[in-house]
């Protein structure tokens, strides 16, 4: 199997070398656990050895992104100028548009949408950071997991990118994602988080799940750097 490193410091040692290509990961955690810049530093990897990647950028608008990376020491604008990364939004009335529409629909618009830009940069990972927000509204948590399902299995058939997708976890639960399907159809699921160690907090990194690779679930603890992005310590585990 060929596999794609994370560029995560001292992750892909961890995980056995990487991702496997062309399969689906979940980056899954409470609000301010490093999600987004986990999905940043995968991409910028990616980008530094010629491999293109494209974000969908779901929650946020495009210039706050761009000005909140640049703030954190990562420059996009060369990066998306040389065509090593396309940062794109859905339309602001994309969501009021397909609503009313059939699941299918939905999925069948997001996923051509993504096709074309990671043809068009000859992408080969991708993000879509978080997956929930994009179509929430009144919809029923069954229709939401028929959603989530059909978009990760449609990705992977029909886009052949390494794909990372990010959940947000309701805070205080103890749940691994957002709708509670995720991480079943993903091939590896990795649940940042924060916790007390020693009456100081620390942000964790929890190897749920890695399918087909020799990692054990396991607990570290990791930093955010600044202009690096995620350093995951080795050598503290924490179970
Ligand atoms: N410029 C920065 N300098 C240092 N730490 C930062 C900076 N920007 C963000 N962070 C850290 O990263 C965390 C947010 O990470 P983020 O990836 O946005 O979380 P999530 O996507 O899970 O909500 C913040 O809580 C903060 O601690
Ligand atoms: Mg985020």
Known sequence: MELVE???????KLVGGGFIKGRT????????TGKTIFALNYLLHGA???????????????????EGARRFGWDLQPIIQNGMLSVVTLLPDFVERVRSKPVETIVD???????????????????????????VGEESLVKMREYVRSLLVSIERKIRT??????????????????????FLATGVLVLGLRSVGGRFARTMW??????????????EFEIVPGKGI???????LA
């Not at 530094?48 to 761009?66: A, M, Q, R, T």
């Not at 990671?118 to 179509?135: C, K, M, S, T, Y």
């Not at 350093?231 to 585990?237: G, Q």
């Open 6 to 12: 994370t560029g995560i410091e001292g992750l892909d």
């Open 25 to 32: 990961y979940l980056v899954a955690g409470e609000t301010g």
């Open 48 to 66: 530094s050895k010629g491999e293109p990647g494209v974000y969908l950028l779901v929650d946020e608008e495009y210039e706050s992104f761009v």
């Open 109 to 135: 618009s997001i996923v051509e949408s993504l096709r074309e830009e990671v043809e068009r940069i000859g992408a080969e990972r991708l993000v879509i950071d978080p997956i929930a927000p994009l179509v």
């Open 162 to 183: 390494t794909t990372l997708v990010t959940s947000e976890i309701p805070t205080g639960t103890a749940q691994l994602s957002r709708f509670g399907v995720e991480e």
């Open 207 to 220: 190897i749920r799940k890695m399918r087909w690779s020799p990692a054990e679930p396991a607990m570290y």
């Open 231 to 237: 350093v995951v310590k080795t050598e503290k585990r």
